[in-house]
């Protein structure tokens, strides 16, 4: 079988076209964001794999998780652009891609698992090319454990490499590479590439890295122009990643929320409660899917059960409507002035545990969400809005009815904490609720009228009705709430 690769060039953009017929072992990718770095070196392996028979990769991650949400879903979608899936047979479960026409094959794999690498082996031949994605996350000591798996008798040149944003100066890869490559630097390639060599970018990610030179110019450097700094004044510093070592059920509540985006991610993130604690551990984070896509993808992997109320993107009225059609408790959010430092202090108080493995989306995020800073360099009072979906996905908690001292006003709540009753669409439980704090001074309040009484809320406060959840200002004549007995 013969493959037209004669359009090429149109393909590729102008200044990575060298990269696909270099063949030093060291290839350092490094640069801003939107660059098309990561497409154009997906789309390389794919060209490889066909086109020259003897390639075995290995495309590595820090964790392996996150390759489900970065690196195989671009190789498939890089595979569905050209049409080759004729040529290419996928194993979902052992995480491989292989090549019918020659038997290359692409394994995706994770640090965290370092002696499943060690002992790697592939069907036809041995690891002959590295692609590291996201490479400052990795330590010196695990490069030199891949370096060394290059090894053996191949029929292409071994090859290993690196993409990145230069996010730190003090970093072992500028150091190695860059500043003292020492008798290997005929063996290394540094490439450099920034969001205006590419030319397929869309505007509006374009016009929202442009916007960074305004809004932090650290950032900007950084994340536009692809130059080493160093990124400081992180707004969360309370992180540890560990593990969840909770079941669902064992939470005395769990909070979720939902950030839209195509372009950007669509974030879903599940926040668990256990004894004062928050625990981050689970989330969907996907992109280029419609909301249609992002529902059945979430059934499929049973991130957001339908009757846990989900606070999402008011903006995103549209989408709020297609998961309610669906069958799911979403509601928007109504954000106020002070809404995102209230929801920083509230992630910031204690200790926030992040579990790595479910919530690879949301560990990125983290690393590098910072506050903006003045010509100085003095943090301000607001972050940087780049990066951020997942972060804009956990929300801080649910409006207060009834709690085990009785009726309270909400406004008397504020400063306290205690236990509130609540419905989880079967059962009446117990939660915990802490952090009372009054927002939305100036909205419309209606008076519900009922044959047991009374009470007051805002128009998008949900209602338990005998036929499902409604919001107070869909309320009707005819509907009948349900009353919950906060007896336990």
């Known amino acids: 079988m013969q493959i037209d690769f004669s359009t090429l060039p149109q393909l590729v953009n102008k200044k990575f076209y060298p990269l696909w017929f270099d063949h030093n072992r060291f290839v350092l990718c490094y640069g801003g964001a939107g660059s098309g770095k990561s497409v154009d070196a997906h789309m390389r392996m794919i060209y490889r794999c066909v086109a020259e028979p003897g390639h075995n990769y290995a495309v590595i991650r820090n964790v392996a998780a996150t390759n489900n949400i970065s690196t195989i879903p671009l190789t498939r979608q890089c595979i569905t652009n050209w049409n080759l899936w004729s040529l290419f047979t996928e194993n979902k479960s052992e995480k491989t891609i292989t090549c019918n026409l020659n038997g290359n094959q692409i394994k995706f794999l994770g640090l965290d698992n370092i002696e499943k690498i060690k002992s790697i082996t592939f069907d036809n031949g041995v690891l002959t090319d590295i692609l590291i994605e996201e490479a400052t996350e990795i330590t010196e000591r695990d490069f030199n454990q891949l370096n060394l798996r290059l090894r053996g008798m191949a029929k292409v040149p071994f090859q290993m490499t690196l993409l990145l944003n230069p996010i730190s100066d003090s970093h072992w890869i500028k150091r190695r590479f860059f500043d003292n490559p020492g008798d290997k630097k005929d063996k290394i ?21 442009e916007a960074l030179k305004y809004e932090d110019r650290v950032y900007y450097d950084v994340y536009a122009l692809g130059k080493w700094g160093v990124i400081g004044n992180l707004v969360f510093r309370n992180v540890k990643y560990e593990e969840c070592p909770y079941r669902p059920e064992d939470f005395d509540l769990i909070l979720s929320g939902q950030d839209f985006g195509f372009n950007h991610y669509n974030a879903i993130e599940l926040i668990g409660i256990k004894d004062s604690n928050k625990y981050s551990f689970s989330e969907l984070y996907v992109r280029h899917m419609t909301n249609d896509e992002v529902i059945k993808e979430n059934e499929a992997k049973n991130i957001l059960d339908k009757r846990q109320r989900c606070i999402a993107d008011s903006a995103e ?10 069958g799911y408790n979403m509601v928007g959010a109504k954000k106020g002035a002070d809404s995102v430092k209230e929801q920083i202090s509230w ?5 926030w545990y992040v579990d790595p493995i479910a919530c690879p989306g949301l560990v ?66 117990k939660m915990f609720f802490y952090n009372v704090s009054l927002t939305r001074c100036k909205q419309k309040i209606y008076n519900v009228i009922t044959s047991e009484g009374s009470f007051k809320a805002t128009a998008d406060h949900p209602v338990l009705t005998e036929t499902g959840w409604k919001e107070v200002c869909e309320l009707t004549i005819n509907d009948k709430v349900v009353k919950i007995d906060c007896n336990l």
């Open 364 to 429: 990125s995020e983290i690393a590098t969400y910072k506050w903006k800073e003045d010509r100085d360099g003095n943090p301000l009072d607001e972050p940087v809005k780049f990066k951020d979906d997942a972060i804009a996905a956990c929300v801080t908690g649910d409006t207060i009815v009834h709690t085990e001292n009785g009726n309270i006003k909400i406004k008397d709540l504020i400063g306290m904490e205690g236990y509130l009753f609540s419905w989880d669409g079967e059962n009446k439980v």
């Open 189 to 209: 390639t540094i490439h450099h590439s920034t969001y205006l060599d590419n030319r397929f970018i869309d505007k509006d990610y374009r016009d929202e890295l």
């Open 347 to 351: 992630l910031n108080r204690g200790t």
């Open 317 to 326: 009225p549209k989408s709020i409507k297609d998961w309610v059609q669906a």
